[in-house]
């Protein structure tokens, strides 16, 4: 039988540009892997090719009206600090930008007839979905679509601490409606995260399909290393977000320094990625900790060859009841093979696919509990016993299983 031919329409494949980019480039590699045949149309409006796979830039229409108007903002906002976006957001719903990129990739999708694919999968990045928007367009493809969504949608539908109304996010929660009415299917990193927008979204339902963030073995080849002697190093990799305060994760390393004072010569705290939210906390903690080291701007395969040599990675949330999201980062710390240290609410998807029994899964406010973690942490790290295998979970983020979840759908 002839391999299944799927395209792909994705907002970025550039890995150095967002988390979300470096989970759809995953995902489209491992598509390639288990012997999909790919077309994909990418909206990063620069030549990136990925090993095997035919990938085709989609253009900027710089000649049409919203591309004009969209311009005149931007300069308005440069020359006279003039914010037209809380004004005409709520009227439009979106930017002129927004519309603009949405028509460039939609005119490059009607190039193309859904005879010649099984399957129209839109993979797109933080708050955008323009390449939803795109399909949502193009009506010819919805008998074939999958629409991925990696994140619950609008901001208005996000959990606690992170919602708030954005301008126009009534005409959001609309175009969403259409996309949950249109699609074929709805794919999601995460169980949770589809049961989070089935509630708000009632036409997902009978939709679904969990594909969770992927492995990708491909390995690292920078000498980041370098940086690490014979020493125990707590890594959190990813930008810190408002909502992601890292105080208590300082504060408990701070409490177990004092402690372990030995452990001060032989241990590091490394934050890397943008941390502007919560600079002069790190700062603050800095003149504190010699041994907490920020590295804002990193390359991706310099961040991932630390991840994999690193004592533990932390994934960092918030405080709160429930977290559907899976980070796009979890699929290079279960790779890493070394212990998680998972700080969020006791419903969320990592703790979930971690296991409720895991031991190193802890809340975010609960300072007493990280300290005596990073004690045991570092106690199997003398033993040298903080190898880990994960082989449930790998299996979960495999192309084995992901190849069972797309042909389920046939």
């Known amino acids: 039988m002839p391999s299944r031919r799927i395209l792909v329409v994705a907002e970025s494949i550039n890995v150095d540009d967002s988390s979300g980019s470096k989970a759809n480039v995953a995902l489209i590699r491992n598509l390639k892997k288990v012997g999909y045949e790919l077309l994909v149309l990418h909206y990063t409006r620069r030549d990136i090719h990925l090993d095997g796979i035919e990938c085709l830039s989609v253009p900027e229409n710089r000649f049409s009206l919203n591309f004009f108007l969209s311009r005149i903002q931007r300069k308005l906002q440069y020359w006279f600090n003039w914010n037209l976006a809380k004004y005409l957001e709520p009227e439009f719903g979106f930017s002129f930008t927004f519309f603009n990129d949405t028509k460039s990739i939609k005119e490059a999708i009607q190039k193309f ?197 690193a004592s533990v990675n932390v994934i960092l949330e918030f405080e709160g009841n429930l977290s559907p999201f899976l980070p796009g980062k979890f699929p290079h710390c279960v790779n890493a093979e070394k212990p998680i240290l998972h700080m969020g609410p006791k419903k969320s998807e990592c703790r979930r696919i971690l296991g409720e029994d895991y031991s190193f899964s802890v809340e975010v406010e609960n300072v007493p509990k990280i300290t005596k973690t990073i004690e045991n942490l570092y106690e199997k790290w003398n033993l040298g016993q903080n190898q880990m295998t994960w082989n449930n979970i790998k299996f979960y983020l495999s192309e084995e299983n992901l190849k069972q979840k797309i042909e389920s759908i046939f």
């Open 113 to 309: 007839s859904p005879e010649n694919f099984d399957l129209v999968l839109t993979l797109s990045k933080g708050a955008s979905f323009r390449p939803h928007s795109a399909l949502l367009q193009t009506p010819k493809f919805h008998s074939k679509w999958m629409a991925y969504i990696h994140d619950p949608y609008p901001f208005h539908y996000y959990p606690e601490p992170y919602r708030w109304s954005e301008p126009g996010f009534k005409k959001k929660i609309d175009f969403f409606k259409k996309v949950s009415e249109k699609c074929k299917w709805a794919a999601y990193p995460s169980l949770f995260l589809a049961e989070w927008m089935e509630e708000h979204f009632q036409s997902f339902e009978k939709k679904r399909v969990i594909i969770p963030h992927q492995l990708d073995q491909q390995k690292p080849l920078s000498n980041m290393p370098k940086y690490f002697k014979n020493e125990f190093v707590i890594l959190h990799a990813g930008t810190l977000m408002k909502q992601r305060s890292p105080e208590t994760l300082l504060l408990s390393y701070l409490e177990f320094l004092r402690k372990n004072p030995e452990a001060a010569k032989k241990s590091k705290l490394i934050f890397i990625g943008n941390y502007s939210y919560h600079k002069s906390t790190l700062l603050k903690y800095q003149s504190k900790i010699p041994s907490l080291e920020l590295y804002p701007n990193l390359p991706y395969i310099d961040a991932l060859s630390m991840q994999n040599n």
